[in-house]
């Protein structure tokens, strides 16, 4: 499984390391995890968790048919978007996960 990380607006480095690497630890268990809601509940709810530390006011997990048409996902690939805003900030930062099997 390969995975590709592209980001935008990332404002705060130490903040997007730890959500990359908890979210990339998440994209790992996809191989037994056949319910992609859930893997992107777990997202979510690391997020949500880490949210006061990294003061995150908005967030928003992208792992449905908002950003997956049926036949990219029947070709093996998906698509994990990552979106949250910390207070105070104009710009809402954006992490998108391509993972290929």
């Known amino acids: ?3 590709d990380v592209k980001t935008k607006n990332v404002h705060d480095k ?3 390391e730890d959500i990359n690497e908890h979210v990339l630890a998440t994209i790992s268990l ?3 995890m056949s319910d992609m809601e859930d893997v992107a509940d777990m997202i979510e709810t690391y997020v949500v968790d880490v949210a006061p530390d990294y003061k995150i006011d908005q967030i928003d997990i992208m792992a449905d048919a908002r950003n ?4 990219t996902v029947k070709s093996g690939t998906f698509i994990i978007d990552v979106f949250y805003k910390h207070i105070n900030c104009y710009n809402i ?3 998108t996960y391509t993972i290929t099997r």
Do not use: R
Request: a negative charge; hydrophobic letters at 45%; one cysteine or more.
């Open 1 to 3: 499984m390969d995975v």
């Open 14 to 16: 130490l903040c997007f």
């Open 30 to 32: 996809l191989d037994i």
């Open 68 to 71: 997956n048409k049926y036949t």
């Open 93 to 95: 930062t954006q992490l």
